[in-house]
């Protein structure tokens, strides 16, 4: 089971997502997507979070109030964390994230520690959990078939953005050799 939130702060909305469990966890990690961004509770066990993030966009473009809404839900869903105050959340591209064969079901590790970002949450803020909890949907999604698809989608998209170029350079050869001509 996969629970889906609607993140309404901005406009347009934004995905976020977790696991019901380590296991789930597990396939999230396997088949998310590139424009996925992981959030955890630093140094305790908690939920994996996802943000799925626009076409084109990056780590640097989420929103701050985004952001907070992500380590928010992530610390909500932390049975330590979410009764401690002043906890750390880290977060990083999902393709930053690396697992390796010794270890445990829902560890991760990551592939450029550089690249891990830490925001700090002084307290649970039940307003954000409550607006989120509102848009909770839990589904059983078949999360392969969802990720080829997205694949395929992304192939056709890059097909055609390199039909194109191939055209506009074909275009652009034939006016340089009509021009040539009439000199």
């Known amino acids: 089971m996969v629970i889906y939130f609607r993140c309404e702060v901005v406009d347009p909305s ?25 959030f955890h ?11 799925r993030l626009r076409q084109g966009q990056n780590i640097d473009d989420i929103p701050e109030e985004i952001l907070i809404d992500c380590a928010q839900l992530v610390k909500a869903n932390s049975i330590k964390g979410d009764k401690m105050n002043n906890v750390d959340i880290v977060y990083t591209m999902a393709t930053n994230l690396k697992k390796t064969g010794e270890m445990d079901v829902g560890q991760v590790g990551f592939v ?6 830490k925001m700090h949450v002084a307290s649970r803020d039940n307003d954000i959990i409550r607006r989120l909890n509102k848009t ?31 055209e506009r350079e074909k275009e652009e050869d034939k006016r340089r ?4 001509e009439r000199r």
């Open 14 to 38: 934004y995905l976020l997502y977790m696991g019901e469990d380590k296991h789930e966890n597990e396939d999230l990690i396997k088949n998310c997507w590139p424009e996925d961004v992981w």
């Open 177 to 180: 050799r009509e021009e040539a």
């Open 41 to 51: 509770v630093d140094k305790v066990s908690s939920a994996h979070v996802y943000l």
């Open 112 to 117: 450029k520690d550089k690249e891990v970002r």
């Open 136 to 166: 909770r949907e839990e589904r059983k999604p078949d999360l392969i078939v969802e990720r080829e698809e997205r694949d395929r989608q992304e192939r056709l998209k890059q097909r055609k953005v390199t039909q194109e170029q191939k």
